[in-house]
DNA sequence: ACCTGAACACCGTTCAAGT
DNA sequence: ACCTGAACACCGTTCAAGT
């Protein structure tokens, strides 16, 4: 087993320089903003940006990487949480702002669940399973009005995430509220 | 008022070639496929494309003209229908269900609906307006469980024709009833 | 009145050559 | 070990020149 070496000091700073480029063009442009401009504005040739990540889908999914961290914190605390059905509505709520950091991501989080060489591929089902799993318990706690799956919760945070990215969040929101009261019973 | 004049012959048929071709490029590869590709399989110059279509969307909207007149013409039969809940569930479907025809065009009634220039700004208002007033019966009949918009209601139309395009027609299916559900009352 | 195709600008991706 | 930048293939859009 090699040791890690340590990468050299110009390749750390390209790295970053990479990634507060493509933040920013993925904020401005979507998550397909041109790669080559990325490159020119981060100072480095194209190939450089290759070499860091071979994939569009692998620099998304550095950008990604504490935003990522952050929402599954989110989703333990949510397993724990006393109200199966509120924990619930909350992770739908909290997925659907997710993934609508970048215009264009909600795609390849719905693309990343079913594509095991997506780089994306496993943060999207380990989101389904934290989806899987409060849906369980709301389910154990009778909190349910009609049956669901976990491929349906999935699909209702990638769709109202996709309608976020274009209308408003105030939008993507209250398409999750319209979904949920059909899922959800209503407090006796 | 200058009278229309017949075109000529080879325009003609050079119209029908890139629409037959368009139609088949937008169902293979969606409606971002590309327009010279279409052009050289049509048998026609880059030039020619866009004389007769000046852009993707005029092109579009040439190959949607058909489904959309079956589209309203549902849609005014779902407006005299004596059950206003049903109906609305049922204009919902349908629309959901236009608009996966091609990969991409979900996107693009979206934007058609606030962006005046677009060449599907006309018929999205009248889904739109069909979806209002499909509403406006539900309410009035005291089918509404909760209250909702025109807006929420094309959001969803969109939203799940979206899911449908990458998932199946079951999933977007699945997703409408699931808000669906959330918005009407149930029977008594 | 319509068509052609060259021209321009832009992009994704690879890879031999450099340091 | 990493970087450069030319090379290749592909695309959207315009427009002068043709018929």
């Not at 401005?28 to 504005?41: F, N, P």
């Amino acid at each position: 087993m090699a040791a890690a070496r340590r990468p050299r000091a110009d390749a750390l700073r390209n790295r970053d320089r990479l990634l507060a480029e493509a933040d920013a063009a993925f904020r401005e442009k979507g998550t397909d903003a041109s790669l080559e401009g990325i490159a020119r504005r981060a100072g480095v040739a194209t190939g450089t940006l290759y070499g860091h990540f071979p994939t569009r889908r692998a620099l998304l999914g550095a950008l990604l990487r504490d935003r990522n961290a952050e929402l599954f914190r989110r989703g333990e605390e949510l397993l724990a949480a006393p109200d199966p059905a509120a924990a619930l509505t909350a992770w739908v709520h909290a997925v659907t702002e997710h993934a609508a950091a970048y215009q264009g991501l909600a795609a390849e989080l719905a693309e990343g669940i079913d594509d095991e060489a997506s780089e994306l591929h496993e943060s999207c089902v380990r989101m389904a399973d934290i989806g899987d799993r409060l849906l369980e318990n709301a389910r154990a706690a009778g909190a349910l009005r009609r049956d669901a799956t976990g491929a349906d919760l999935f699909a209702l945070m990638n769709a109202a995430a996709w309608t976020g990215e274009r209308t408003s969040p105030e939008q993507a929101g209250r398409l999750v509220d319209l979904a949920m009261g059909g899922l959800l019973a209503p407090p006796c």
